[in-house]
Structure formats: C-alpha cells, structure tokens
C-alpha cells in the first residue's frame, strides 16, 4: 500500500476551499500511485469547537463537502481519510470520515451503530482494508494503540494536541531524536504513519513535521518542519526499506520552534482578518522592537507599519538625552528592516482633554490618545493591529495593556511567552540576523520592561496608599527572573503558593504576585487572541473575574482535601458504632448477670478485656463442638431419627453464630 499524507494549512472553517483542497491533493496522490490519502483533523472546525459541532447546517454543510469531495475522487481510484470533530448524542468528538467508491462513511459512528455501544464504540480506533493492508486510525497514542486488533499493518496517528514549548511530542518527528514515537512502533510491532498539521488554528498552532516510520521505530520518510507537504510513502510490513539517518531528521530547540509557531500564527491571523498588513507601536523596548521583527518574518517588510509617539513628558536634560536615545532605537529598526515608519507628537494632553489634567493621571491619557492614534494609523493603511504585551503583562496588568491599543489588536503573539523568555527570543533571532539595535536585547531593558509593568499593576490597587507603598517596596527587591520563576510555577504548573521558587526568600512577594494575577482576570477576559505555546496558557487557566479569595498560604498547616475531610469521617461513623456497640453489649452482660444473680464485681470482670478474651475462646470452643456434632449429624453418625431429620442433608446451607 502507498500511504500520502497532506500537511497543508487553510483557513479555519473554510468548507468548501478545503474540501477543493484536499481533492487536488487527492489528485496528486493518484499520480504518484497513492492508494490513501490523509488530512490534518482541525481543517474544519478546529480543536475548540465549542458549540459549533451541535450547529445543524454546519454538519450538513461538513458533510455536504465531503460528499462532493468523494464524488470527484471517485475515478482516481484513491482513498481519503478525513477526520473532524462532529457531535454524536451531544458529545464532540473526532471521527474518521473514509472517502470510498463516491460514498462518506464515517467510520467510528458506524461502528458505533452496529454494535449498539455509543458510550465506548466511538472511542475505539477504526480500522479499515485498503490495498490489501490493515490499516487503523489513531487519534491517542497512549489509549488506542494497545487496543489495535492483530493483524494491523499501519497505525495513522492523527496529532491533535497543538504545539507545546515543553513537550516535543507535539513537534512531530522533531521529538523522535528525543526518544517519542519509536517505541510506540516498535512494541507494536506496526508501521506508524504522523499526519501532524501545520498552522494557527485560533488559538492553537501546529508546526507541521509529518513522518512515516516503520516497525523497527525507523523513520523512513518526513515532511518538512513550518510549511506545506505531500509526503507519499510505500508501507510494507515485514520488509526492510532505507531509513533517514539521525542527521537527516529536524531536532527540536525551543527558542527556534517558538520563533516558527509564533509566525505561523502572526500569518495566519492577519489574513483571517481580511487583511494583508498589520500596524504596531514602536517603544524603543525589546517586546514591541521584537514583535516588529516577528511581523516582518510572517508579513514581509511591505506589510507592516510601525508608529513611533515622540513623548511630551520631558523635563530634564537627561529625559531629553533618553528620549533622543529611545527614538534612535526606533529608526535604526525601522531601517534595519526596511519598513514604514510613522512618527506622531504628542500633545498637551490638558488641551486635548480640555481640563487641567493632574499629572497622576497625564501617563494613562496619553497611552489612550497613542492608542488611538495607532488606531487611526492602522484604519488608514488597512492593515490590523498586534499587541506586544507578554504573559507577564497578562499575569500582572492587562488593563494596562489594553488601555494602550491591546482591545483592538487581533493578535498577542508573546502573549503566552513571558518578558525573562523573550531574550532568549531575541538573541536566538540575533544569530539570523543583527537586525534588532543591541541595547534593547539586555538584562537593563528587561528590567525596564518588568518595572513599568509592576507599576501598572500596583496602580491596579490603590485603595489603601499604605498598602501600595509596601507592595511597591517588596515587588522592587526582586529581579525579573524571579517573578517570572514565581508565575510560570503558579500558572503554567499549578502550584500553590509554598511551592512557589519565590516563596523561600519572599513570602510576601509571592502571595502579592498571585493577588495581583487574580485581581487582573477580569481584565484578561478583553485581551486579544493569544497563541499557545506553553504548558497552560491564559486562555485554558480560566478562574472567575468576581473572585476575591488569594492564595495566602496555609502557614504551617498540613494541606486539605475533601478526601481527608471524608476520611475523617468515616472514622467518626466508625468510632461511633463502636461506642455503641460497647454500650448496647455492656447492656446485654449488665442484664445476664441479673438474671444469673452475679456481683457487680463478677460483672465488672466478665466486660473487662481479659473476660472478654475468655468468653471469646469459650464461644469459640463452643462453635466448633457444636460444628462437629451438626457434621456429624448431617453424614448420618446420629443414631436419632429426630436428630436427622432436623438436620438433614442441607445443613450447610444455614449460617451459624454472626461476628456479632
């Protein structure tokens, strides 16, 4: 059998240009002797489908394409598995459609309604003949392949999970050189085809990579890393065929992948958007000096356009000199990477606003009037806006960062990547090319960057001025790193605050940066479509905007959970049966030894713990001589006719003496 697998990106939904897209595909597998062709699962709805999946005309459109899709296919003599999230009995999940002989059959749901099982049926991995070979459709690694039936000769594995920064499985055949996928193959003894997608599927990205490996865990074929494929591939079972060598195969370096997928998505957004250029505000700082490069990777120099505000708050010669230098910056990238640059004045913000302005509040008007200047900027060229915050910003002061243009943004690339990470960015971009002015990629402009984003978020919490006076004191000891150590561990990792990295030297720091990331959720709510590339993003760690309980630690105590809770109390149930089990028993002795006329003394002795050893081996003793006898009587040794008809043959049967 000949195997082809179609890494190709389209835009998200796009039902019939997909559906025309995987045809040519098709069409080009046949030339090359394809006898089944693959595409990637999030072409029609993604993997966040929400509620889409439950919409009518949405699976009849779906459905509609695919059959058209068939129907035009039919004479190739090819094959197409396509997957897509549908909804059966109101629960989304992913079925295998096979595009055979001008027919739709969606495999999983059939296999479902033969065997009557909904609940399991749909989850199992479907299988199917084609050219002669076993072939089965994986869309979980870990739970499907161990239930492949024998004979198998091919196991599609359909990625789903988009990429991840700290797990290069989701890299595709960029995580075989770090040990994934090979013993998979091999421990079943099975050739196992990648189909990996590539491109920005909302929030999600996917960084391509597809591969082909065989039952040895060999990888015989693969496709490119970050753009568009058609890998075909002959899969014989049981046959050696040549392998790529470990130095033929990508390997996986985080700042690199990060750099593509960010891209991708920079891309793919701008022309969802309708648009083919896209405007950004230059700071003279590495986030925005760095989203302009990225734009310019993704977009061309052509398409975008940088606005630069001179500023209007300059007093001293050494805030002129600044403000000369910070400008500077900005030309010398604008030129590096010969884009449009837009330079705008600010004005007197008293007269704009029409008042005398305080000067508390002159820094948070002229980041709105910029905002809209950029606005104006972008409207004009028709080009969409980008945001240069970071998961800092995010963490910490989104407000701030929507007050600056980030609400109209269609997109935050380092959204998900935090300020201390955006270094390693820089510099990993500097070895391309030397296109970002040297003071912006240091350790003094990231502690600049982190400072302004603290003092937007002290702002935030300004009810108590006593209050903000200490936490500006605290948040001031610390160094980026370590308040970006402390907000990955809490929100990327889950932990709690004494297990923060921060929580050792400061405490209170700590528990003020986890204030601060709560207070800040109702604000993230408006922030711009964020990709994901790390472990949790914003947009999957969702707690409610109202909620006024922080984490202030459990000082000392052991921690909590409603299992222990549970625990407790079945012990208490426990003790309390005891309790009266002893009361009710101390009744029944209390009223033998009144009938048998025994001394309070005897009493007292008979329910102590050495009496009730003894009437325990008496009962004992008494049970078994009375086991015998019943024995004895039930095999006919009783002489007595009364005896065994008493007993009889079935005295087995009844129970004799309770633990109680």
Not at 28 to 39: E, I, M
Not at 191 to 200: I, Q, R
Not at 350 to 368: K, N, T, Y
Request: proline fraction near 5%; glycine fraction near 6%.
């Amino acid at each position: 059998m000949k195997l082809a697998l179609a890494q190709i990106d389209m835009r998200l939904g796009d039902i019939e240009g997909t559906c025309a897209r995987i045809a040519d595909q098709a069409e080009l597998a046949a030339r090359a002797g394809a006898n089944l062709l693959c595409a990637p699962v999030p072409l029609f709805g993604g993997m966040q489908p929400t509620t889409l999946v439950d919409y009518p005309n949405y699976e009849n459109d779906l459905v509609g394409g695919l059959a058209d899709v068939a129907r035009r296919v039919e004479h190739l003599g090819v094959d197409c598995l396509v997957p897509a999230v549908v909804a059966i009995e109101q629960t989304p999940f992913v079925e295998a459609f096979l595009l055979r002989e001008g027919r739709v059959l969606p495999l999983r749901t059939m296999f479902s309604l033969r065997t009557g099982r909904f609940d399991v049926g749909v989850w199992e991995p479907a299988v199917f003949d084609v050219a002669g070979s076993r072939v089965a459709a994986v869309f979980d690694l870990e739970r499907d392949m161990p239930q492949l039936p024998r004979g198998c000769d091919v196991a599609i594995y359909f990625q789903m999970s988009g990429f991840n920064a700290y797990n290069e499985e989701t890299c595709a055949v960029a995580g075989v050189a770090d040990g994934h996928f090979t013993e998979v193959a091999s421990q079943n003894g099975v050739w196992l085809a990648c189909m990996a997608p590539v491109g920005a599927f909302d929030e999600t990205v996917y960084t391509g990579g597809s591969f082909v490996m065989d039952d040895s865990g060999r990888v015989v074929a693969c496709s490119p890393c970050f753009e568009e494929d058609l890998l075909i591939q002959e899969v014989s079972r049981g046959v050696i065929v040549p392998a790529l060598d470990a130095h033929e195969l990508p390997r996986f370096f985080r700042e690199e992948w990060i750099w593509e997928a960010l891209r991708l998505h920079v891309r793919d957004t701008v022309q969802a958007s309708g648009r083919a250029r896209a405007a950004l505000a230059l700071e003279g700082d590495l986030p925005s000096s760095l989203l302009a490069v990225l734009a310019v990777d993704a977009l061309g120099p052509r398409n975008v356009v940088g606005v630069a505000f001179e500023r209007s708050d300059v007093f001293t010669p050494q805030q002129e000199a600044q403000e000369r230098e910070r400008m500077e910056c900005v030309r010398q990238l604008a030129a590096n990477l010969n884009i449009r640059l837009v330079e705008r004045s600010q004005g007197d913000i008293s007269r704009w606003m029409d008042r005398d302005v305080p000067a508390r509040d002159a820094g948070r008007l002229r980041i709105g009037i910029d905002a809209l200047y950029l606005a104006d900027v972008a409207h004009e060229m028709d080009a969409c806006m980008l945001s240069s915050l970071t998961k800092t910003d995010a963490a910490l002061a989104p407000a701030a960062a929507l007050s600056s243009g980030a609400s109209l943004a269609v997109d935050a690339p380092f959204g998900d990547v935090y300020l201390t990470s955006l270094e390693f960015l820089a510099r990993y971009r500097m070895r391309v090319s030397s296109v970002l002015p040297p003071s912006v990629v240091t350790l003094e402009a990231v502690a600049e960057r982190m400072g302004l984003i603290l003092a937007h978020a002290i702002m935030s919490c300004r009810e108590d001025p006593v209050y903000t006076e200490r936490m500006a004191q605290l948040l001031a000891t610390l160094e980026p790193t370590q308040i970006d150590g402390a907000l990955e561990a809490h929100v990327d990792r889950n932990r709690v605050l004494e297990e923060l990295p921060l929580y050792k030297t400061s405490p209170e720091g700590a528990a003020i940066l986890l204030m601060l990331t709560r207070r800040a959720e109702m604000a993230r709510r408006a922030l711009p479509m964020i990709p994901a590339v790390s472990p949790r993003s914003f947009g999957e760690r969702i707690w409610p905007a109202m909620l006024s309980w922080s984490d202030l630690g459990r000082h000392g105590e052991e921690p909590r959970t409603v299992v222990d809770v549970a625990r407790e109390g079945v012990k208490h149930v426990e003790s309390l049966g005891e309790a009266h089990s002893e009361r009710v028993r101390g009744e029944i002795l209390g009223l033998l030894g009144n009938l048998l006329g025994l001394s309070p003394e005897q009493q007292e002795e008979l329910m102590s713990e050495e009496g009730q050893q003894r009437m325990r081996e008496n009962m004992e003793r008494f049970e078994s001589s009375l086991r015998s006898m019943l024995n004895s009587a039930s095999d006919g040794q009783v002489p007595d006719a009364d005896a065994q008809q008493a007993f009889g043959s079935h005295i087995r049967q009844y129970p004799f003496f309770s633990q109680n």
